[in-house]
């Protein structure tokens, strides 16, 4: 299929995302002089903003690129679980599955950035006990009509081996294909995923196989580790700025390169795959088709500052400049 026919086709497609949602507030400032107080800067605030963090911003980067995206995650009746609400309704994001805690604040990582630089985090969040989601009739609702499911788990408390088992099961019956952003400390069993979409240190961690910061990556080894473990229909390893290797039933099919590019930030990068790999996906793409769409994606992203989100205009803009990129064998 031709690169901008299925982006026009995500429009179509429904997509649920299962996971810990969050609030990221920016503070914005300058810093000139140290306090007498105490030896840190004093941030003068010019400016606050706020945005859908975690699993929310999964589903940010779902509507942003006009396919349909609902959220079940937990939340509370508070100050940013309002500003939550405001930005879902703005982007269309539908939240009407989301789970009201009144035990627990809604999850909010507060960021002060001084010069585009940041300078320190402010969390803001109870036990992971506390965001547990209830599975159920609750579960099942909202996967109403989705073609797809993304667990962005962030080991915030949403995502448990109860709700795994569910939504492994959900999605058995209804026939919707499985994303995993998976969190291999968290032990959970990701038998049943349609798709896995580990990093590099991820990767390593699911495969039980340490190596050093800056030696080769053994592809071949973690691929087939993943793959006896758990059996993912297709696995894409992110490698940052080495691009994604992509596998599909155990076989590796090769690596994408990123294009050279100026990077802003990183972070984020892994929703944005996830969230375009599942959604291309789901039109029909094949794995290769959706990953260079993912890989451009991700590399306007990694262009902007804090999680960012892609348009359709902009994914076919750079899908057209990275046009050339070849599917590397490794
Ligand atoms: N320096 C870079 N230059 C170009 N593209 C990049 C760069 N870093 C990341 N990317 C793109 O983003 C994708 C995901 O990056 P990475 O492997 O860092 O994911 P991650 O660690 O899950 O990120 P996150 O911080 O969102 O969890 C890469 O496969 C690549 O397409
Ligand atoms: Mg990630």
């Known amino acids: ?38 030896p840190v800067p004093v941030v003068n605030v010019f400016n606050d903003s706020w945005s859908a963090g975690g699993a929310a911003n999964v589903a940010m980067n779902l509507t942003s690129l006009k396919a349909s995206a609902s959220l079940a995650g937990v939340y509370a009746e508070d100050e940013a679980g309002d500003q939550l609400r405001t930005i879902f309704t703005q982007a269309g994001v539908d939240f009407s599955s989301m789970h009201l805690t009144a035990s627990a604040p809604t999850i909010r ?16 969040e109870s036990a992971p006990a506390e965001y547990a989601f209830p599975g159920g009739e609750k579960l099942k609702q909202a996967f109403s009509g989705a073609h797809a499911v ?27 294909a499985l ?18 979409t580990p990093n590099r240190s991820e990767a390593l961690e699911l495969a039980e196989i340490s190596v050093g910061l800056h030696d080769t990556f053994p592809t071949e080894a973690v691929c087939q580790a ?8 297709r696995l894409v390893v992110t490698l940052g700025a080495d691009g994604m290797i992509l596998v599909e039933e155990g076989k590796i099919l090769g690596r994408l390169p990123t294009r050279a590019q100026e990077v802003f930030d990183v972070s984020g990068a892994g929703d944005t795959v996830i969230a375009v790999l599942t959604a291309s996906l789901a039109t029909g793409a094949s794995l290769v088709e959706a990953a260079h769409l993912a890989n451009s994606a991700a590399g306007v992203v990694v262009g902007k500052f804090g999680a960012a989100t892609v348009s359709p205009d902009e994914l076919r803009t750079a899908a057209k400049l990275d046009q050339g990129i070849p599917l590397l064998t490794v």
């Not at 994303?179 to 896995?196: F, I, W």
Request: hydrophobic fraction near 40%.
């Open 1 to 38: 299929m031709d690169l901008d026919a299925i982006i026009d086709k995500l429009a179509t497609v429904k997509v649920l995302v299962v996971g810990d949602v969050m609030l990221d507030h920016y503070i914005w400032g300058d810093a000139t002089r140290i306090s007498p107080e105490a």
């Open 109 to 124: 990582k507060t960021r002060v950035v001084v010069q585009k630089q940041q300078i320190c985090r402010i969390d803001r």
């Open 150 to 176: 993304i667990l962005s788990d962030y080991a915030k408390g949403v995502v448990t081996d109860e709700l795994l088992d569910e939504v492994v099961a959900i999605c058995k019956d209804s026939g919707a």
């Open 179 to 196: 994303s995993v952003d998976p969190k291999p400390r968290r032990r959970l069993n990701y038998q049943g995923a349609a798709l896995m």
């Open 226 to 233: 993943i793959y006896e473990r758990y059996q993912p229909h």
